[in-house]
Nanobody, 129 residues
Framework: QVHLAESGGGSVQAGGSLTLSCAAT????????MAWFRQVPGKEREGVAA???????SYGDSMKGRFSVSRDNEKNTLSLQINSLKPEDTAMYFC???????????????????????WGQGTQVAVSS
């Protein structure tokens, strides 16, 4: 089992920045895919960014530019920096992991949350105008 714990959420004003962190524990030492998703009540979960253990990244179509994902394999952590926050970024942000590379993808992706087997409890981000 992989246990994921998110942190770093909070209430910020529009235009500010936040860095979310996800700490992973449990075998394997390093999951191949780690990713961030976000969800607003009543809406489907939306992919933000993914990174594989070799450093390749993938972003959701509307996430390029203000979002930056990074990973520390030694510490088994995944981070998400969000710049120029907007009220529409308000959501619960979830960390997800997959132990192995999905055979149906060239690399880790946030196209579908079904690729991921492990999920954290989420960290809330609230952006006020």
């Amino acid at each position: 089992q992989v246990h994921l714990a998110e942190s770093g959420g909070g209430s910020v004003q529009a235009g500010g920045s936040l860095t979310l962190s996800c700490a992973a524990t449990g075998p394997p030492d390093v999951s191949y895919c780690m990713a961030w998703f976000r969800q607003v009540p009543g809406k489907e979960r939306e992919g933000v960014a993914a990174m594989d253990s070799d450093g390749r990244t993938s972003y959701g179509d509307s996430m390029k530019g203000r979002f930056s994902v990074s990973r520390d394999n030694e510490k088994n952590t995944l981070s998400l920096q969000i710049n120029s926050l907007k009220p529409e970024d308000t959501a619960m942000y979830f960390c997800a992991a997959r132990k192995t590379k999905p055979s149906w993808r060239l690399t880790c992706s946030v196209v579908g949350d079904q690729d991921y087997d492990y999920w954290g409890q989420g960290t809330q981000v609230a952006v006020s105008s």
